[in-house]
């Protein structure tokens, strides 16, 4: 079995994951609703990439169980460049933008997750299927979070 990349795809698309929503963020901080939720969100991916390195080391596979992180100089920096844009009509179309790529994102790794489920089912691995029915959910929240954003957003912004 492949079980190996696909632990490994999950990892690496939770880890990508928690980074963009913690770059929208910081990018957009001026905007509290995403600042805040955005950062709850990606303390679930941090989560799940703690999970999977565990689940994976149970199968001989090596994983850091610590997610990335921007740097903390890069991170500020995107910060204080959202609180210098501010509410311009420029910044609603970066968050579009943003969301989108949040939103995409989100949407690849439930299919990792997905894949990862149906080879636990497979395999008839209940550990890493619990990891999936614990997981995924989140995931497919992450992914109407911005979905809903972006209709909220949307029409304010590309109609004005």
Not at 67 to 79: C, D, H, Q, Y
Not at 122 to 139: F, I, K, V
Request: proline share 4%; glycine share 4%; with cysteine.
């Amino acid at each position: 079995m492949k079980l190996d990349l696909v632990l490994k795809e999950v990892h690496h698309g939770e880890n990508a994951l928690a980074v963009r929503l913690m770059r929208l963020s910081s990018t957009h901080s001026t905007d509290h609703e995403v600042h805040h939720v955005a950062r709850d969100l990606a303390a679930w991916s941090r989560q799940h990439v703690r999970e999977l390195a565990e689940a994976a080391a149970g199968h001989g596979v090596e994983l850091s169980p610590e997610p990335k992180e921007e740097s903390p100089a890069a991170a500020w920096l995107r910060e204080k460049g959202g609180e210098l844009v501010g509410r311009r009509p420029e910044t609603g179309l970066l968050l579009l933008r943003d969301l989108r790529d949040t939103y995409l994102k989100a949407a690849a790794v439930s299919v990792d997750w997905e894949l990862l489920a149906q080879t636990a089912q497979a395999a008839r691995d209940q550990e890493l299927l619990g990891l999936t029915e614990r997981c995924h959910p989140q995931t497919l929240r992450q992914q109407r979070w911005a979905n809903t954003m972006i209709k909220v957003v949307s029409p304010q912004v590309l109609t004005s």
